[in-house]
């Protein structure tokens, strides 16, 4: 469950990363 969150946090930073 903890792996999952942390999975779903560097899918969210990468698209933050494009929008930029």
Not at 6 to 18: P, T
Request: charged content about 5%.
């Amino acid at each position: 469950m903890f792996g999952f969150c942390i999975k779903i946090l560097n899918i969210a930073g990468m698209i933050q990363s494009q929008s930029i």
